[in-house]
Each structure stands twice: as structure tokens, then as C-alpha cells.
């Protein structure tokens, strides 16, 4: 069911399977830009606690979850791979603050 990422290229991001196996093969959480540490000073400039937030593509990353920890209120994480959205709302069912939805 999932495919071997090896040989996998760019073109294959928009493909929910690829990102699957993905999350599959490599496991552990993976922050594409930066960690919220360093882009903490940027999101509270311009994002006030109390603002509901979107993260697109959230895989597995742990951004929303220090952000609650930062004392924001509501983020709703989607994806469109299965795996990572299993993954992330086990992890975080007892956080009401996020909310972890799978998209096509």
C-alpha cells in the first residue's frame, strides 16, 4: 500500500501515498522551516494568542503543539496523509487546543 520514497522527487509532494510512506519509513516529528523557538518573536508579532490558527500541512511536526504550550488557544492542524493525521491526533487527544483534520 505505501511506496518506497527512495526515488521519490518533488513531484511526488502533492501525492498523499508519497507522504504516507514517508511518515512510515522515517517516523519522529520533522519541522520543515524552524522550530517555534525561532520563529516564536515573528508568530506573536503578528498572531495574538487568542487567534485561531490554520497550519496547512502539518505532518508531523511539533509547531502547533508548542504553540499551545505558548498559551495559543485553538490551531487546527490538516494534512492530506493519513498517517500523519492518525499519529497526530493519538498524540494529541488530550490537548483541546488541537484540533488535527485529514484533507483530500
Known sequence: ????????????????????????????SFDWYQR???LRPYVRRYLPPSSRVLM???????MSEDMVKDGY???VNIDISSVAIDVMRRKYANIPQL????TK
Not at 496547512?56 to 511539533?62: E, I, K, L, P
Not at 484540533?99 to 485529514?102: A, D
Open 99 to 102: 484540533k488535527c483534520i485529514l
Open 56 to 62: 496547512v500541512g502539518c505532518g508531523n511536526a511539533v
Open 36 to 38: 517555534y523557538s525561532d
Open 73 to 75: 488557544e485553538e490551531l
Open 1 to 28: 500500500m505505501y511506496r518506497d520514497v527512495s526515488t521519490c522527487n518533488t513531484y511526488n509532494y502533492g501525492d498523499a501515498l508519497y507522504w504516507d510512506a514517508r511518515y512510515v519509513q522515517e517516523g519522529g
